[in-house]
Nanobody, 119 residues
Framework: VQLQASGGGLVQAGDSLRLSCTASGRYAVGWFRQAPGKEREFVAVIGRGSGRTDYGDSVKGRFTISRDKSINTVYLQMNSLKPEDTGTYYC?????????????????WGKGTQVTVSS
C-alpha cells in the first residue's frame, strides 16, 4: 500500500487545518502524531467502509476523520488547534482496525507531514 500525506503547515492556536492521505488498497487508515521528545500518539482511524471511526482522547470533539473512497483519500479535519497539537503527523494503514486503537500500531506508514501550532 502506498501512503502519501499532505496538508501540514504553520497555524495559530484556534485555527483549522486539513490533512490528506492518499491510500491505495482496502485498509483501515488512520493518523498518528509525534512531538519532539514524546512518544507516538494515536490520533484517529477510519474503517474500510468509512462507517467506523475512533479518536484519541486529546483530539475528540476537535478532529474529524473522513474518507472519499472514489479518490482513495482520507482526510483529517483539525479544528480549534492548540499548541500541544504540534508534531509530525503520519498517515498509516492496516488490515486490522483494532491495531490502531489497541496500541499495536499499523503495518504501513507514509512519510510525515509537519503541523505547527503557535500560541
Amino acid at each position: 500500500v502506498q501512503l502519501q500525506a499532505s496538508g501540514g503547515g504553520l497555524v495559530q492556536a484556534g485555527d483549522s487545518l486539513r490533512l490528506s492521505c492518499t491510500a491505495s488498497g482496502r485498509y483501515a487508515v488512520g493518523w498518528f502524531r509525534q512531538a519532539p521528545g514524546k512518544e507516538r500518539e494515536f490520533v484517529a482511524v477510519i474503517g474500510r467502509g468509512s462507517g467506523r471511526t475512533d479518536y484519541g482522547d486529546s483530539v475528540k470533539g476537535r478532529f474529524t476523520i473522513s474518507r472519499d473512497k472514489s479518490i482513495n483519500t482520507v482526510y483529517l479535519q483539525m479544528n480549534s488547534l492548540k499548541p500541544e497539537d504540534t508534531g509530525t503527523y503520519y498517515c498509516a494503514a492496516d488490515e486490522f482496525y483494532s491495531d490502531f486503537v489497541d496500541g499495536t500500531g499499523a503495518d504501513h506508514w507514509g512519510k510525515g507531514t509537519q503541523v505547527t501550532v503557535s500560541s
